[in-house]
Antibody
Framework: QVQLVESGGGVVRPGTSLRVSCVASGFSFSNYAMNWVRQAPGKGLQWMGVVSSDGNTADYGDSVKGRFTISRDNSRNTVYLEMNNLRVEDTAVYYC???????????????WGQGSLVTVST | DIQMTQSPSTLSASVGDRVTITCRASQSIGTWLAWYQQKPGKAPKLLIQEVSILQSGVPSRFSGSGSGTEFALTVSGLQPDDVATYHCQQYHISVTFGQGTKVEVK
């Protein structure tokens, strides 16, 4: 079965950077686009972005465009979310999410990891 | 951006009741509408895609309807296991979610 395990969250200061990772198993990782979605404490879901199955194309939500970068290493079955210039309002659980097809236009979120908490605080 | 508005924000009903959650899009999204169930402390789980296609293993008491800008998720016979927050998502242009509906059992 599909398993997605995030890691790399923690407490960081505003203005710093952090990379969250997600290791996938149970499916042919290199055949599917991967997304990141976050959820601030007590709030709804917010889409961060997507990377295509081959890693060549990425697309981002407006709120993080230019600050966050999504990449992947198919040899390691791993997708990354690099977050720069972090703000207090970026505090959230970050979920790694598999889609149902290859391209960066794939946006149906069919399998979710358990999430990694990132806290941005002074 | 396409805005998604869910109502109500919270819903309390008795076991066996039929409950309906609505989701309205700020512009037409065709049938590119999904519903997710998020139980307390857990990650969301895909319930329904393309308005009305149930995922494998989802109980048949769940159903989805609508098109264009108006959509609904109905639970026909609420069960204690259905206590969760339900999120709608459009995936016609980019991705946006509704703010969520928390379902409680009286």
């Amino acid at each position: 079965q599909v398993q997605l395990v995030e890691s790399g969250g923690g407490v960081v200061r505003p203005g710093t950077s952090l990379r969250v990772s997600c290791v996938a198993s149970g499916f042919s990782f290199s055949n599917y686009a991967m997304n990141w979605v976050r959820q601030a404490p007590g709030k709804g879901l917010q889409w961060m972005g997507v990377v295509s199955s081959d890693g060549n194309t990425a697309d981002y939500g407006d709120s993080v465009k230019g600050r966050f970068t999504i990449s992947r290493d198919n040899s390691r079955n791993t997708v990354y979310l690099e977050m720069n210039n972090l703000r207090v309002e970026d505090t959230a659980v970050y979920y790694c999410v598999k889609t149902d097809c290859e391209s960066a236009s794939c946006r149906l979120l069919d399998s979710w990891g358990q999430g990694s908490l990132v806290t941005v605080s002074t | 951006d396409i805005q998604m508005t869910q109502s109500p924000s919270t819903l309390s009903a008795s076991v066996g009741d039929r409950v309906t959650i609505t989701c309205r899009a700020s512009q037409s999204i065709g049938t590119w509408l999904a519903w997710y169930q998020q139980k307390p402390g857990k990650a969301p789980k895909l319930l329904i895609q393309e308005v009305s296609i149930l995922q494998s293993g989802v109980p048949s008491r769940f159903s989805g309807s609508g098109s264009g800008t108006e959509f609904a998720l109905t639970v026909s016979g609420l069960q204690p296991d259905d206590v969760a927050t339900y999120h709608c998502q459009q995936y016609h242009i980019s991705v946006t979610f509704g703010q969520g509906t928390k379902v409680e059992v009286k």
